[in-house]
């Protein structure tokens, strides 16, 4: 199982990016995939998750009606768009993959057991 996660960077607030997932080396339809940050000083908190198979989804409060997570099925990638920025956002994201496809379950750390590399995201005041 890999995860290729990429799209960080420096942003100002209000702006927006668009961070990728590509997953490889399992049957991807099968599989909730989502998104996990750790900001400097902080534990690591759950962003956001989707399901392939019927496309639930899951968001965090902090980020509900900014951030936006999408599936695109041809390159096995899964896309966290994120519009209005804010400091509080920085962090490194974490792409994960959940193999028992438990949306319901919430976002957990315990639910996923598959963890990519992280990219980094900065939004200067």
């Known amino acids: 199982v890999q995860l290729q996660a990429s799209g960080g960077g420096l942003v100002q607030t209000g702006g927006s990016l668009r961070l990728s997932c590509t997953a490889s080396g399992f049957p991807f339809d099968d599989y909730q995939i989502g998104w996990f940050r750790q900001a400097p000083g902080k534990e690591r908190e759950g962003v956001s998750s989707?399901?392939?198979?019927?496309?639930?989804?899951n968001y965090a409060d902090s980020v509900k009606g900014r951030f936006t997570i999408s599936t695109d099925n041809a390159k096995n990638t899964v896309y966290l768009q994120m519009n209005k920025l804010k400091p509080e956002d920085t962090a490194v994201y974490y792409c994960?993959?959940?193999?028992?496809?438990?949306?319901?379950?919430?976002?957990?750390?315990?639910?996923?057991?598959?963890w990519g590399q992280g990219t980094l995201v900065t939004v200067s005041s």
């Open positions: 989707i399901s392939r198979s019927d496309g639930r989804t």
């Open positions: 994960v993959a959940d193999s028992s496809n438990s949306v319901g379950a919430g976002l957990y750390e315990w639910v996923f057991d598959y």
